[in-house]
């Protein structure tokens, strides 16, 4: 049984033809009652004449054609204006004189194409009906006429800023769509970077090092077995953020947090990068993006290490305070991802843009005993 909410979406999904038909046929109604004849529009002083047969018709003209306002603007207003000349012409004067200014109003809301054109000749029509009446009429003063066209030409203006202000929210909405998409496709360009990179760097570098391990049957096992073992954790990293961008996906859209880093550091040892981990404090309860933002910064700088500096030591400081949380990592040595070849820096720009958007500070650059050293402060509490 359909409710009350559901009327209102039901009358939306009627043809716009439907929805204008009310109007049209009530004002029809109510310029028919005897009560209204001649209380309505009285143009040029003519003298007041008894409802006929022609009155009926003048005022269906008038009225049935709003019906058709929006899907025909100018067949509407043609006809409404017809039947408002033959309304004024003979005397009529009746209510249905209202329907002028709403087809006008529909005209310049609606109206797509050739709207100085309909303008001109509606003018042109105006005009010729003034003359027509100033001659049949007891000579009225011209700025009566000239008074009236500025009332329905004012209709008009209020239907074209109607028409400009619809179009311009269409075009927001349309920005804010491509925005919309535009930062989607960058965080899912940006998580997808952070997630394959990481792991593929620390499997290229295993499977390297397990070339020259052939006379150790020990060390090389262990070799691939890290090597098995970060490919799982890149499967299963994918798997979780193909889940996050799947639409039915309910679940928490957050990925590992600092709480993890300790397992972060031990994938880049077991890669063959001797790393030195210090974690201060006590991680906060709710941090909101800044615990995966400091887990990317570290997750980054660590790849970059096994790039550009494999085998140099790194350390990693992470500090957790009341407000913020700073991370620091270091490596020895002269390779760093900003002047290495093939590096895109595509990396270190996602995370400035993350912790930019915290409202916190990063920086990289050279260590002033040689290597490379990245830096972060990121306050908590916050979400992006």
């Known amino acids: 049984m359909m409710n009350a909410r559901q009327l209102p979406e039901l009358w939306r999904r009627l ?37 006929d047969a022609v009155a ?25 204006s017809l039947g408002f000349a033959l309304d ?22 609606h109206l797509e194409r ?3 054109t309909t303008a001109v000749v509606f003018s042109a029509a105006y005009v010729l009906l003034a003359l027509a009446m100033f001659r049949v009429g007891p000579g009225e003063p011209p700025d009566e006429f000239v008074t009236f066209y500025l009332a329905v030409a004012l ?10 202000t619809r179009i311009a ?56 077995n890290a090597v098995t073992d970060t490919g799982r954790q890149a499967i299963g990293d994918l798997r979780h953020l193909l889940d996050l961008l799947n639409p039915d996906h309910g679940g928490e859209t957050r990925t590992p947090p600092v709480g993890k880093l300790l397992m972060l550091v031990e994938q880049t040892r077991r890669a063959g990068q001797p790393v030195e981990f210090t974690e201060e404090g006590t991680p906060a309860e709710s941090t909101g993006s ?23 030591r790194t350390s990693v400081r992470v500090r957790h305070g009341e407000r913020e949380i700073t991370v620091e990592v270091g490596t020895e040595g002269s390779g760093s991802a900003a002047g290495s070849p093939g590096g895109s820096g595509r990396g270190l720009a996602g995370l400035r843009e993350r912790v930019d958007v915290l409202g916190g500070d990063f920086s990289t650059g050279r260590r002033s005993g040689g290597g490379f050293v990245v830096r972060a402060r990121i306050p908590t509490g916050s979400s992006a």
């Open 169 to 224: 929210e269409a075009e927001r909405r349309r920005r804010v769509a491509e925005d919309t998409r535009a930062a989607e496709r960058t965080r899912i360009a940006r998580e997808l970077h952070d997630v394959v990179t990481h792991h593929v760097t620390a499997m290229v570098v295993q499977a390297e090092a397990a070339r020259y391990l052939t006379a150790a049957p020990d060390r090389l096992d262990q070799a691939l």
């Open 15 to 51: 043809d716009v033809t439907l929805r204008d038909l009310p109007l049209g046929l009530l004002l029809f109604a109510a310029s028919l009652l005897p009560a209204s004849h001649s209380h309505g529009t009285q143009l040029g002083g003519l003298p007041d004449r008894a409802f």
């Open 56 to 80: 009926v018709v003048a005022v269906a003209l008038q009225c049935l054609p709003l019906t058709v306002r929006r899907r025909w603007p100018v067949l509407c207003l043609a006809l409404v």
């Open 114 to 116: 050739h709207r100085r």
């Open 290 to 312: 800044a615990d995966l933002v400091a887990y990317r910064v570290v997750q980054e700088a660590l790849t970059n290490a096994l790039k550009y500096a494999h085998g140099s």
């Open 88 to 109: 004024q012409l003979r005397g009529y004067h009746s209510p249905a004189g209202t329907a002028l200014p709403v087809a006008l109003l529909s005209v310049g809301s």
């Open 155 to 164: 209709a008009w203006g209020i239907g074209a800023w109607l028409r400009f």
